[in-house]
């Protein structure tokens, strides 16, 4: 069983369109993120969600719209996608109080 | 103020040999230093971490050194494998800040 399973593993879009990149944890954890991962291997947070509530976003255009229907699940739905959003975008939970993350294996955006 | 600068980008090192990459923080309020490794294609994956009441951490062939006072922290690869070949990352937080900022990487390659 995966720990943090993201969906789908790749996609390839056209300028323009909407995406949406589905997250789901079974270890039980109480926060759930959302990096971007561009083309150096740079590894920049977007969001974090703590019990569902959102606590971080960090100045992600609003574009972006994540959502978490449970503890265990946290969406990503992009509108009108530009090509700077080409990258690697990985999910990610973790517990608060421990510090450690647990990946998904990432959803690699493509725009054209 | 909430940087963590890695260093250095890429490292080539003989099979045998000690890896070392080396990261610097300024945020006094990280309490929490992971490691993580990637090989292309997955996600990072917590390797070793520690905080700052110990100056160092050892688990099989990879060891955390930690300097308090420099605000610095290094990663060394004891022994190092072909099978080591992947990105690392160090990594701080702080307990209740819902974020973990991530290093730029290092590309380690080790060579037969």
């Known amino acids: 069983d995966t720990a943090v399973s993201q969906t789908p593993k790749y996609l390839v879009t056209q300028m323009g369109n909407d995406k949406s990149i589905k997250c789901e944890q079974n270890l039980g954890h109480d926060t759930m993120y959302w990096y971007k991962q561009d083309s150096k291997k740079f590894l920049k947070i977007m969001f974090s969600y703590n019990n569902k509530e959102l606590i971080i976003n960090e100045t992600v255009p609003n574009r972006f719209s994540p959502k978490s229907p449970d503890k265990a699940h946290l969406n990503l739905h992009i509108n009108s996608l530009e090509l700077g959003d080409s990258a690697v975008y990985f999910c990610a939970a973790g517990q608060s109080n421990t510090g450690e993350l647990f990946f998904g294996e990432g959803s690699r955006l493509t725009v054209l | 103020q909430q940087q963590v600068k890695q260093s250095p980008q890429s490292l080539i090192v003989q099979k045998g040999g000690i890896s070392i990459i080396n990261c610097a923080y300024e945020n006094t309020a990280f309490d929490y230093f992971p490691w993580y490794q990637q090989f292309p294609g997955k996600g990072p994956a917590l390797l070793i971490a520690?905080?700052?009441?110990?100056s160092e951490k050892k688990e099989g062939r990879f060891t955390i050194s930690f300097n308090k006072s420099a605000k610095q922290f290094s990663l060394h690869i004891m022994d190092s494998q072909p099978g080591d070949s992947a990105t690392y990352f160090c990594a701080a937080s702080y307990t209740g800040g819902f974020k973990t900022i991530f290093g730029a990487g290092t590309r380690l390659f080790v060579k037969a």
């Open positions: 520690i905080r700052p009441d110990v």
